[in-house]
């Protein structure tokens, strides 16, 4: 939501992103509380670098930074309760991204 307030305020909103992506970011801001959907949030997580990329490069360089952290914490505990895929996890760039941004953004 804070990402596309700021997108709209400084006018990257239409520039950035096509009718698609701008009407999935708004149908999941309305009607889904907390994304489980892991393809769900890689296609958001793609649209918000998008916007991110346009507005502040330093801003999805730290989230990136932050969420790459978050990923290899994760891939641990997974990785310590069986999950034998988890290692993998820290090498996805849509998983690594969405960390970053929800972290950022909530922090």
Request: charged fraction near 30%.
């Amino acid at each position: 939501m804070k990402a596309r307030v700021k997108a709209v305020r400084q006018k990257v909103w239409f520039k950035a992103l096509s009718r698609v992506e701008r009407n999935i970011l708004d149908l999941t801001i309305r009607c889904v509380e907390k994304v489980r959907s892991r393809i769900l949030a890689e296609i958001i997580s793609n649209i918000l670098a998008k916007i991110l990329e346009t507005l502040e490069p330093s801003f999805l360089e730290a989230a990136m930074r932050i969420g790459r952290e978050i990923a290899d914490e994760v891939c641990g505990v997974a990785e310590k309760w069986g999950n034998v895929s988890a290692s993998r996890w820290k090498h996805d760039l849509g998983f690594v991204r969405f960390l970053g941004v929800t972290a950022v953004n909530h922090g």
